[in-house]
């Protein structure tokens, strides 16, 4: 299969729309489950006016929120696909742009020092994007993350010592959502990064906070400690909004890679309730939408 | 727990009036405003043509649709998505704002700190929580975009906004002391060691 990069740009495109407008099932779920278990009567009418927000935004062809956030495209390109690398990292920034320009998107993305906004939601590095491979014949899949703001100001970086141990990953993770409280738009999806070097290990709390709910870590300790971290952080009383309740997090999901003997890296990356994703499917017999 | 509606602007006794755990409905004006436009206005000492005397301002940065100048869009914006951004950062900000400006409430999600709550305490002012992400509801609060200065920060420019029944908004903050968000986070913290020993964590 040759990619059709005119093809991919236009998908680049439409990504980002449906991502900002239309919230995967997996949360509207998890927002079902939260409200059954809600206690606090403020939780409750938080809870209450997030969901009546989604099917306002659909009923109104309205984006979700308003934080058009920062562009994350995730691609995954299978066996026996012909492209050309540079034309399809141009075609995704300009279906990036497209989106922006034709939608008349925010363009939330400046410069890092002069802080100058191009209105094109691109920059220097911007759109992210990441390109990994597998084993799918013809098969080239797309995720459009729309990373919002509030919840990625809240990401934290600890070189532990091996010394220090699970126990102290654990209670950093809970020292970080309480340090947060509601500047994250709670009730969030933690990720958590466990291993591997500084900059993997941030990189799999953010495959973690984005990872959709009801999925579970790949390694029989990581699902484990997920499992126990998703208990209690419910259990801080945090709530939707900061507000109290316990609905602080729809999970916790670890995402772990093996690290160096004299390392214990752990990373925090927040998903807020606003986890918007996206995602396309190329092959021979045309394009779906998941 | 009162129900309050406030015909924007307001005195310093309506701010007053106004007690954490109220819910509050504003009615006709509200301002826009975020990181940009604040660090122009106190730290480079920007001036507005825009009268914020007794007003509530909204941390936010607007999607708007570029339109002819119309009755409904007297400066060629038309609304398509606001909503509310984090407030926290904003903190050093409230005081003056009250000060020079006279702003009287601040609109935000995530609540402030120990600044914005002396800063009310002493001028009177409240702030009032909004629920985040929530914006596409928000959106059909707000009527028309009236008029906007400091354009060249886009998106982060000072909106002015017309709005019909914008609300309701929880009291977070108040005059008297009070703040949910602490009060939260007091909770939180009395339940912190007990929920690291459920994981067997202490040590
Ligand atoms: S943190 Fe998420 S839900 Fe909240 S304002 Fe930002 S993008 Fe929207």
Not at chain 1, 171 to 194: A, H, N, Q, Y
Request: aromatic share 4%; proline share 4%; hydrophobic share 40%.
């Amino acid at each position: 299969m040759d990619l059709d990069l005119n093809e991919l740009e236009v998908v680049c495109r439409d990504l980002y729309v449906r991502a900002l407008k239309i919230l995967p099932p997996d949360i509207k779920a998890g927002f079902s489950d939260l409200q059954a278990r809600e206690t606090s009567a403020t939780g409750r009418a938080i809870l209450g006016t997030m969901v009546e927000n989604v099917a306002v935004a659909e009923r109104t062809q309205n984006i979700l929120c308003q934080d058009t956030g920062i562009p994350i495209y995730n691609l995954v390109i299978g066996r026996n696909v012909a492209f050309d690398g540079a034309g399809l990292k141009a075609a995704i920034r300009r279906g990036c742009e497209r989106a922006t320009k034709e939608h008349s998107l925010r363009s939330s993305v400046v410069h890092p020092i002069t802080r100058q906004n191009e209105q094109t939601s691109c920059g220097i590095r911007v759109p992210i994007i990441h390109v990994d491979f597998d084993a799918r014949d013809e098969t080239v899949s797309v995720e459009m993350i729309p990373k919002g703001s509030g919840s990625e100001n809240g990401s934290f970086l600890q070189m532990l010592l091996p010394s220090d141990g699970i126990n102290a990953v654990k209670r950093f993770v809970i020292d970080r959502v309480i340090e947060l409280g509601g500047r994250v738009c709670p009730p969030t999806i933690v990720g958590v990064g466990i291993g591997g070097t500084s900059d993997l290990c941030m990189h799999l709390a953010k495959i973690a906070a984005t990872r959709p709910l009801r999925s579970a870590c790949a390694d029989e300790d990581g699902a484990r400690i997920e499992a126990e971290l998703s208990r209690a952080v419910n259990e801080l009383g945090i709530g939707p909004q900061g507000l109290g309740g316990r609905s602080t997090s729809f999970a916790v999901h670890v995402e772990i890679a093996a690290t160096h003997i004299t390392q214990n890296p752990v990373a925090v990356n927040i998903q807020c309730h606003s986890a918007r994703r996206a995602r396309a499917t190329l092959t021979p017999g045309g394009i779906s939408f998941d | 727990m009162a129900h309050h509606v406030l015909d924007m602007p307001i005195d310093a006794g309506h701010a007053r009036a106004l007690r954490i755990g109220d819910t509050v409905t504003l009615r006709k004006t509200l301002f826009g405003i975020r990181d940009a436009t604040l660090i122009h206005m106190f730290d480079r000492d920007r001036r507005t043509r825009l009268d914020l005397v007794g007003h509530a301002v909204i941390h936010t940065a607007p999607n708007v649709h570029r339109v002819e100048p119309s009755e409904a869009a007297p400066v060629g914006y038309a609304p398509f998505c606001i909503g509310t951004t984090t407030s926290m950062r904003m903190e050093r900000f409230t005081d003056a704002l009250m000060d020079r400006e006279g702003v009287r409430l601040i609109v935000g999600k995530g609540g402030m700190g120990p600044e914005t709550l002396k800063a009310f305490a002493e001028r009177g002012g409240a702030y009032l929580a909004i629920v985040g992400g929530a914006a596409a509801l928000e959106t059909t609060w707000i009527e028309t975009i009236v008029d906007v200065d400091m354009d060249d920060l886009h998106p982060e420019s000072l909106w002015q906004f017309a709005i019909r029944d914008f609300g309701p908004l929880l009291v977070g903050m108040d005059s008297h002391g009070g703040s949910l968000f602490a009060d939260v986070q007091r909770d939180v913290a009395s339940r912190r060691d007990a929920v690291i020993a459920s994981l067997g964590a202490a040590r």
